[in-house]
């Protein structure tokens, strides 16, 4: 019943932006904590950002923290991530993904039990 579906992923030259979005259906989008992870070929499932359910805080993996910002809107039922300053490295395929809440082991994918399809982000030099 539960859907994610992420936009806004694309093609960008080193130092640009992009703001990806993850559209919710199926359920009350406010219960829920949101993450963003990313994954490059090859490499494991990773931690980027969180919002916890009334989005009064957000956590974010240390390669990203000052470029990224993660929001959430609970009335479009749509979590936000404005990534700034982008580097070649930040290439992966960015996933949304929800938890009933942030808590113990937030930055470990095997405890979200909802996840989107992905979108690509391609960083070039």
């Known amino acids: 019943q539960v859907q994610l579906v992420e936009s806004g992923g694309g093609l960008v030259q080193a130092g640009g932006s992009l703001r990806l979005s993850c559209a919710a259906s199926?359920?009350?989008?406010?219960?829920?904590?949101m993450g963003w992870f990313r994954q490059a070929p090859g490499k494991e499932r990773e931690f980027v950002a969180l919002?916890?359910?009334?989005?009064?805080?957000?956590l974010y993996a240390d390669s990203v923290k000052g470029r990224f910002t993660i929001s959430r809107d609970n009335a479009k039922n749509t979590v936000y991530l404005q990534m700034n300053s982008l580097k070649p490295e930040d290439t992966a395929v960015y996933y949304c993904?929800?938890?009933?809440?942030?808590?113990?082991?937030?930055?470990?994918?095997?405890?979200?039990?909802?996840w989107g399809q992905g979108t690509q982000v391609t960083v070039s030099s």
């Open positions: 919002i916890t359910r009334s989005g009064s805080t957000t």
């Open positions: 993904a929800e938890r009933d809440n942030y808590g113990l082991g937030y930055a470990n994918f095997r405890t979200y039990p909802y």
């Open positions: 199926g359920r009350t989008f406010g219960n829920y904590a």
